[in-house]
């Protein structure tokens, strides 16, 4: 049954600083991965998708990557602002092939970001 | 912009009513979504698939008969809680792709209390 991790669950940062988020499955048989942010009380908002034959994917100040092999991945931001302060959730689509799109959730790790 | 609309934002009702909750992909057509339940200070878990024009495939340990999803169109499905007690207060979000291996976009999630 695959499991996803997220370390730390809390984040707490003075702003400018680069930060890594990790997230770790327990099996690598993934068809994708998916970072998102939450903010209180509203939905999510896709960050970066990575494909399960791709290494890394960056937008703007975010960057992750994807190590198939060990389960794990990392979201990077660099030059934190106050506003990246919300939830992140890494998310699995499990299966080599497309199952449908059910995604399985880490339980996130919740970042501020000091003024 | 949002390509998935979910309403209401925010309901409360007596415990034995039922309430419903629309998800709305905006511009495309989505054979499946999915709805996702999140409680506070904890990860998002997938309650069901919805398919359109057939009937929706439930997680384990999760009711049919109590949460009744209807997908009667390529562009919307609902999820009725039927006989709403209190332990049903949650944040239910719901999910759609434009294609089967693109991001899935999320609504802005539904915050039920059920007094």
């Known amino acids: 049954k695959q499991e996803v991790t997220q370390i730390p669950a809390a984040l707490s940062v003075p702003e400018g600083e680069n930060l890594v988020l990790n997230c770790s499955f327990t099996d690598s048989a993934i068809y994708n991965l998916q970072w998102f942010r939450q903010d209180p009380g509203k939905g999510l908002t896709s960050l970066l998708l990575i494909q399960s034959s791709q290494r890394e994917q960056t937008s703007g100040r975010l960057n992750a990557s994807l190590d198939k092999s060990s389960g794990r991945s990392t979201l990077y931001i660099a030059a934190s602002q106050p506003g990246d302060s919300a939830t992140y959730l890494c998310?699995?689509?499990?299966?080599?092939?497309?199952?449908?799109?059910?995604?399985?959730f880490g339980q996130g790790t919740e970042l501020s970001v000091k003024p | 912009g949002a390509v998935v609309s979910q309403h209401p934002s925010r309901v409360i009702c007596k415990s034995g009513t039922s309430v419903k909750i629309e998800c709305r992909s905006l511009d495309f057509q989505a054979t499946t979504m999915f709805w996702y339940r999140q409680f506070p200070k904890q990860s998002l878990m997938l309650m069901a698939t919805s398919n359109e024009g057939s009937k929706a495939t439930y997680e384990q340990g999760v009711e049919k008969d109590k949460f009744l999803i209807n997908h009667a169109s390529l562009t919307l499905s609902t999820l009725t809680v039927t006989s709403a007690h209190p332990e049903d207060s949650s944040f239910y979000i719901c999910?759609?792709?434009?294609?089967?291996?693109?991001?899935?976009?999320f609504g802005n999630g539904t915050r039920l209390t059920v007094t």
């Open positions: 999910s759609a792709s434009r294609q089967d291996n693109s991001p899935l976009h």
């Open positions: 998310a699995v689509r499990p299966g080599i092939y497309n199952q449908g799109g059910k995604l399985i």
